[in-house]
Every structure is written in C-alpha cells, then in structure tokens.
C-alpha cells in the first residue's frame, strides 16, 4: 500500500488498565497512531471529541457510560468516526446493540493480536469486522430491522428523491448481500477505494449516515434479493 501518508488514528477505550496498554502498545508497534486511551464512557466521550481518532477500538462494558451509549454519541457526532467493538461478550443481544448504536465491527476479546491489528486496519476503510459466527446474526438482524416499519423523516422515497447510478445501485446491492468492501472490489474488478467512493457518494445522496443504515435501506427496497 503506497498511500500510507499518513498513520490511522486509532483510541482505545476500556476500564482495565493493563489490557488498555496492551492494545495500544500492540497498535503503536505496528504503525497505528493512538492519539488517546479512556477507562470510563464519560472520558471516552469528552478525549474521543477532542482527539479525533479515525477508528475507536471500544469495551462495552464501562463504567460511567455504556459502550453503546459512547458509541451512539460519537457516531452521532461524528458519522465518519469507525468504531470497533472489542468486548468479552459474545452475546448475541450485545452484538446487535453494539451494530444498531454505530459500530462498524464487532470482536471478541479472544481473539489474536494479528487479528485486532487487521480489524482495525480493515474498519479504518469502513469495511464491516465480525467475528466469526457473528457477521449472519447482523445480516438477519439488518433483514428484521428492514421489515419494520420506516421512521417517518426518511425523506428518500419522496418526489424528487435522488437517483442512483447503475454502479452505485449494484455497489448498494452487494453491500446488502453482507460482502464487505474487498469482495465488491474483487467482483466488480474495480479499486478499493472506488467502492468506498461510490458508498460515499450513495450515503451522501440518500442523506444516510453509515453502513448499518445504507444495508437496511437497500434491504427495504428488496436489493439483496436482486
């Protein structure tokens, strides 16, 4: 990768200290830049603003705050900030809650430091991180989700509402199917980067503000079964 200019800032945020160390010595010997740490949600929220990490390895389980809380802020904030969940649990009702607060992945805290390091990298350019196992429970929440009804100030489907390009509806397709952004790559024979562009430019156009969202609205219109 030629375009390394500049290091992905990267904050880390959990109450145990040492393993708050541990990751953040791990992600600085590897070429990230962690700009903060946090052990509570409240200093999470306040460090996190004025920092301005590009990827936010998160506990759940906090005190002062919840993780999905500080999640749901931040991104509510700052839709452009990735957030990466790195929690103990595994619990089904955790993971959804963490993915409907704004997460963009999701990792068990057993998993290898490799692993985290590629997570993170990968999180960095909005491609969605699950543990294995976990990435079908998303998808079938993103399904349920889909089939309630809409909130009522989603304005897309009103006269005048903007229209896609035919590259950017089978991007938003394929990213409803649950292929993350490399797959897309790979199956389109375009760039990376291209694929980012293009759900840039179609979360701009629908007025959408991350993934989760991007799926469920394409999931409404029946795109994954296209």
């Not at 290898?112 to 543990?131: I, N, Q, Y």
Request: net charge negative; with cysteine; proline share 5%.
């Amino acid at each position: 990768m030629s375009e390394q200019s500049a290091p992905i800032k990267v904050m880390v945020v959990d109450d145990h200290p040492m393993w708050r160390d541990a990751v953040a010595r791990d992600l600085s010997e590897s070429g990230f830049e962690v700009v903060a740490t946090a052990g509570d949600g409240e200093q999470a929220v306040r460090r996190a603003k004025a920092a301005g990490p590009d990827v936010l390895v998160l506990d759940l389980n906090l005190p002062a705050k919840p993780g999905v809380q500080v999640c749901k802020e931040l991104v509510g904030h700052n839709p452009a900030l990735r957030v990466l969940v790195l929690s103990a649990s595994g619990e089904h009702a955790d993971v959804l809650e963490a993915v409907k607060s704004g997460a963009t992945g999701y990792l068990l805290k057993s998993a290898s430091t490799e692993e985290l390091l590629d997570a993170v990298r990968r999180t960095a350019v909005g491609d969605p991180v699950f543990t294995p196992g976990l990435a079908g429970l998303v998808l079938g929440e993103y399904r349920r989700l889909a089939s309630e009804p809409a909130p009522a100030d989603r304005d897309a489907d009103q006269p005048g509402a903007p229209q896609l390009t035919e590259r950017e509806t089978e991007v938003l397709r394929l990213v409803a199917k649950g292929l993350s952004y490399k797959q897309i790559a790979e199956r389109l024979v375009i760039s990376h980067r291209t694929v980012q562009n293009h759900v840039q430019n179609t979360l701009g156009k629908l007025q959408l503000h991350n993934r989760v969202e991007l799926v469920r609205y394409a999931i409404e219109r029946g795109l994954d079964d296209a």
